[in-house]
């Protein structure tokens, strides 16, 4: 296999899989990328089983032929090459030329049989999203998935649609067991089975997929074949495995009685919390928030290091309620949220509480509180 | 390496001391061989009397080999909280002596005693009288070494045994060390002394002596530390429990009944001690990240493995899966005689309350089944799979402490 490519091209086409590549050393050709060239287009293959990545590059064909190597070291080589056409070929054994200007690399290879089948993808059924609206959906439940391990179920992000007949109202939904965020958006057309019952995304694929919606513009299309989500932009295909497991009934979780209703500005509150949360340890973590009619109080005290408060002005008619919070979970959901003005829905001080942007119903996080 | 020429370190180890703590508590034992074993089935001497030792019988020995030195030796299931109660009661009377007690397991602690003898006189005189106020409190008798580090300190200690109070002055310690036998320091043991040997190193004359680089070359960084202990030097501090660092485990262990291989078997112990440590970090407040399993084989080979979680946990089942998982990562190539599970990275437990009912339900009723615990005693309530067995560690950890997470019911 021989072929001529840009380094600019080349690189690109590296660095996109890099997220891709198997990181622990368990299967040495999962570090690899598959390298294919034929019809003057050079393919670059990912994957470490659970997601992978296929991706089409206009090259210089002079040798047909596949080959796979270390992703990241190929990629460190291209690199730090100079800024002009690099020369790839194989040789005997496996072994990998990459030449350019007067640099020669001589790099061994391992042999494509090895590599992991990567599917063919029938471009059927495929249902089409806008790039900004999937980019807001995941951007704005992606924080609440959770990382323990063990919670396999909750690695990743819930999504469904719901046929509303001519629409399609689509909904993900993030959890890690302390919180839960929920963002919903119409969108044009009617989904399959799989959407119509609610499919799990793992959390390496979410991610992979966000990378794509803010590449470049246009559309990103997404299918689904034997348990595993395909998506589609331009010239890369993302196959990934979804996670097999039932999501939480998550709208259990969702209070429907809560009837405490704050309405705070959302810049205020989000500094004072970071003002408040710097005087709550990792050991001590928590703020306090005071509800009083016309007034609330947010504060934080950590026998290590003294204490802080802070009043801000809200709206608010109830009862008085002092609840105890992780500030980290409300920051998190204040830094993913443009409206000017947030809505609390609390119950008591044990209870769940609601955040949502006040003018808008397209988003909403659910928040447990912590023992006072 | 400095010489803590005026440093002025005490050690102090209790004479046979649950054997001593059980004839004192039962007039009938006193002045009889009698040998503390463990409440397990299959157990060991633990401790046992003067008059016992005499006849041979020695910590370690299983109870029908004692049985069979001394057929008169009385056998006392040992009681832990009776040990640990006096043990903390004694520490309190060093205490009044020196705040700088460092407890080195249940019956031995180190006392810098350098400043206190501005107030209550020469060493001597004060071990003296903490020996007096031990013996009239509780009729108990320890051993005493004085000398200028705590090497030198416990191998004083050892001079002289029971009831002894030995003094290694700063200018003798060349002269009594030139014929003590290596394996009397502690930190020698059985392998280090034969590699020694073989170097013709006997006493710790020899080795002070002995060329540093080929130690070095031998043994590498321990190599030159060796050559201090010939030579008596040690600067280590008496580290005050205080000033310890926080406590970074919960773990339990506990030697089998009889050596096991089954699966099912196994499963069971590892369950019991996950609740084990579950509790005990939930009782404390903490949860932990990383959780290690410890198993022993018939021969003593030991070995543990760990593996860290994303998030921390005290939840006795979330242990056991994890400890199962690491089990399974493991070619268990003899019969298991002892396991263990512990809990490391500790954190103060967040109070963060869980959104999903499920969780919430675990949360309640661990909490739950910990307050029955807590009134009607361990393992009133367990898992099924555990109804039926006879339950925990009966072994008082060398980590025992007086005070803080560390000072547990162990019984």
């Given at each position: 296999m021989e072929f001529k490519i840009s380094k600019e091209i080349f690189l690109k086409a590296l660095q996109r899989i890099q997220g891709i590549v198997e990181k622990r050393n368990t299967m040495p050709i999962l570090s690899n990328a598959l390298l294919e060239v034929g019809n003057e287009q050079l393919f670059v293959t990912?994957?470490?089983?659970?997601?992978?990545?296929?991706?089409?590059?206009?090259?210089?064909?002079?040798?047909?032929?596949?080959?796979?190597?270390?992703?990241?070291?190929?990629?460190?080589?291209?690199?730090?090459?100079?800024?002009?056409?690099?020369?790839?070929?194989?040789?005997?054994?496996?072994?990998?030329?990459?030449?350019?200007?007067?640099?020669?690399?001589?790099?061994?290879?391992?042999?494509?049989?090895?590599?992991?089948?990567?599917?063919?993808?029938?471009?059927?059924?495929?249902?089409?999203?806008?790039?900004?609206?999937?980019?807001?959906?995941?951007?704005?439940?992606?924080?609440?998935?959770?990382?323990?391990?063990?919670?396999?179920?909750?690695?990743?992000?819930?999504?469904?649609?719901?046929?509303?007949?001519?629409?399609?109202?689509?909904?993900?939904?993030?959890?890690?067991?302390?919180?839960?965020?929920?963002?919903?958006?119409?969108?044009?057309?009617?989904?399959?089975?799989?959407?119509?019952?609610?499919?799990?995304?793992?959390?390496?694929?979410?991610?992979?997929?966000?990378?794509?919606?803010?590449?470049?513009?246009?559309?990103?299309?997404?299918?689904?074949?034997?348990?595993?989500?395909?998506?589609?932009?331009?010239?890369?295909?993302?196959?990934?495995?979804?996670?097999?497991?039932?999501?939480?009934?998550?709208?259990?979780?969702?209070?429907?009685?809560?009837?405490?209703?704050?309405?705070?500005?959302?810049?205020?509150?989000?500094?004072?919390?970071?003002?408040?949360?710097?005087?709550?340890?990792?050991?001590?973590?928590?703020?306090?928030?005071?509800?009083?009619?016309?007034?609330?109080?947010?504060?934080?005290?950590?026998?290590?290091?003294?204490?802080?408060?802070?009043?801000?002005?809200?709206?608010?008619?109830?009862?008085?309620?002092?609840?105890?919070?992780?500030?980290?979970?409300?920051?998190?959901?204040?830094?993913?949220?443009?409206?000017?003005?947030?809505?609390?829905?609390?119950?008591?001080?044990?209870?769940?509480?609601?955040?949502?942007?006040?003018?808008?119903?397209?988003?909403?996080?659910?928040?447990?509180?912590?023992?006072? | 390496m400095t010489r803590g020429a005026s440093r002025t370190i005490m050690h102090i180890d209790m004479n046979a001391f649950f054997a001593s703590v059980e004839q004192q508590a039962n007039p009938e034992l006193r002045g009889k061989p009698i040998a503390v074993i463990g409440a397990a089935k299959r157990t060991v001497v633990t401790t046992c009397s003067y008059e016992a030792r005499a006849f041979g019988v020695r910590t370690g020995m299983n109870s029908w080999e004692a049985q069979k030195m001394c057929p008169q030796l009385i056998f006392v299931v040992g009681n832990n909280r009776k040990y640990t109660w006096t043990s903390t009661q004694i520490i309190g009377i060093m205490r009044e002596f020196t705040p700088q007690v460092e407890v080195f397991s249940i019956d031995e602690a180190f006392l810098d005693v350098t400043g206190s003898r501005a107030l209550f006189g020469p060493p001597e005189e004060i071990a003296r009288q903490i020996k007096q106020r031990i013996r009239e409190r509780f009729g108990l008798t320890c051993s005493v070494g004085v000398a200028p580090n705590k090497l030198l300190a416990k191998l004083a200690s050892d001079m002289q045994k029971p009831d002894g109070l030995t003094v290694i002055r700063p200018e003798e310690v060349a002269t009594v060390l030139e014929r003590v036998p290596i394996k009397d320091l502690c930190g020698i043991g059985p392998k280090l002394q034969k590699q020694l040997t073989t170097l013709g190193i006997r006493s710790c004359g020899d080795l002070g002596r002995f060329p540093v680089p080929i130690l070095k070359r031998k043994f590498g960084v321990v190599g030159e530390k060796l050559h201090y202990m010939g030579l008596g030097e040690d600067d280590s501090p008496v580290v005050p429990e205080e000033e310890a660092d926080e406590v970074k485990t919960v773990g339990h262990s506990t030697t089998l009944d009889k050596d096991l291989s089954d699966r099912g078997e196994i499963l069971k112990i590892?369950?019991?001690?996950?609740?084990?440590?579950?509790?005990?970090?939930?009782?404390?407040?903490?949860?932990?990240?990383?959780?290690?399993?410890?198993?022993?084989?018939?021969?003593?080979?030991?070995?543990?493995?760990?593996?860290?979680?994303?998030?921390?946990?005290?939840?006795?089942?979330?242990?056991?899966?994890?400890?199962?998982?690491?089990?399974?990562?493991?070619?268990?190539?003899?019969?298991?005689?002892?396991?263990?599970?512990?809990?490391?990275?500790?954190?103060?437990?967040?109070?963060?309350?869980?959104?999903?009912?499920?969780?919430?339900?675990?949360?309640?009723?661990?909490?739950?089944?910990?307050?029955?615990?807590?009134?009607?005693?361990?393992?009133?309530?367990?898992?099924?799979?555990?109804?039926?067995?006879?339950?925990?560690?009966?072994?008082?950890?060398p980590a025992w402490r007086p005070e803080g997470l560390r000072n547990v019911d162990v019984e």
């Open positions: 990912a994957t470490d089983l659970e997601v992978g990545m296929k991706s089409s590059y206009p090259t210089q064909v002079i040798r047909e032929g596949k080959i796979t190597v270390s992703a990241k070291k190929l990629y460190e080589i291209v690199k730090e090459m100079p800024d002009e056409e690099i020369h790839f070929s194989t040789k005997e054994n496996d072994w990998v030329e990459i030449v350019c200007g007067k640099a020669r690399f001589n790099i061994v290879g391992l042999s494509s049989d090895e590599f992991p089948y990567f599917p063919k993808v029938k471009e059927e059924n495929f249902i089409l999203f806008k790039n900004e609206i999937l980019a807001e959906m995941i951007e704005k439940t992606s924080y609440a998935i959770c990382y323990d391990e063990t919670k396999y179920n909750l690695n990743g992000i819930f999504i469904k649609g719901i046929d509303e007949g001519e629409e399609t109202l689509l909904r993900m939904v993030a959890t890690d067991g302390h919180r839960l965020s929920v963002s919903e958006k119409r969108i044009e057309g009617k989904v399959g089975p799989e959407l119509a019952k609610g499919v799990i995304f793992p959390k390496k694929g979410i991610f992979e997929l966000k990378k794509m919606t803010e590449e470049e513009a246009g559309e990103i299309m997404l299918g689904f074949m034997d348990n595993s989500a395909v998506i589609k932009k331009g010239n890369t295909v993302v196959v990934m495995r979804l996670i097999d497991g039932e999501f939480p009934d998550y709208t259990k979780v969702i209070p429907a009685q809560n009837n405490c209703n704050v309405l705070i500005g959302r810049d205020k509150f989000l500094h004072s919390l970071k003002r408040m949360a710097i005087l709550s340890s990792e050991k001590f973590k928590g703020i306090k928030i005071d509800l009083n009619p016309q007034l609330v109080i947010i504060s934080s005290s950590n026998p290590e290091l003294g204490e802080a408060r802070e009043e801000i002005e809200a709206q608010y008619e109830g009862n008085g309620i002092s609840a105890r919070f992780n500030a980290k979970y409300l920051i998190d959901v204040l830094s993913v949220m443009e409206e000017r003005e947030v809505e609390l829905k609390l119950k008591d001080e044990l209870s769940p509480v609601i955040m949502k942007a006040a003018a808008e119903d397209d988003f909403m996080a659910v928040i447990m509180p912590m023992r006072l | 590892m369950l019991q001690l996950s609740e084990m440590v579950g509790r005990r970090a939930r009782r404390y407040g903490v949860a932990g990240k990383t959780i290690t399993v410890t198993v022993r084989y018939p021969d003593f080979t030991t070995f543990s493995r760990q593996e860290s979680r994303a998030s921390a946990t005290n939840s006795s089942e979330e242990i056991y899966q994890d400890a199962v998982r690491i089990l399974d990562g493991i070619e268990l190539e003899q019969p298991v005689r002892l396991l263990g599970v512990r809990l490391s990275k500790l954190s103060q437990q967040g109070e963060q309350l869980s959104l999903l009912e499920q969780d919430r339900k675990k949360a309640l009723l661990a909490g739950a089944m910990d307050q029955v615990n807590d009134r009607f005693g361990e393992f009133s309530v367990t898992f099924g799979t555990l109804v039926g067995t006879a339950s925990g560690a009966k072994v008082i950890s």
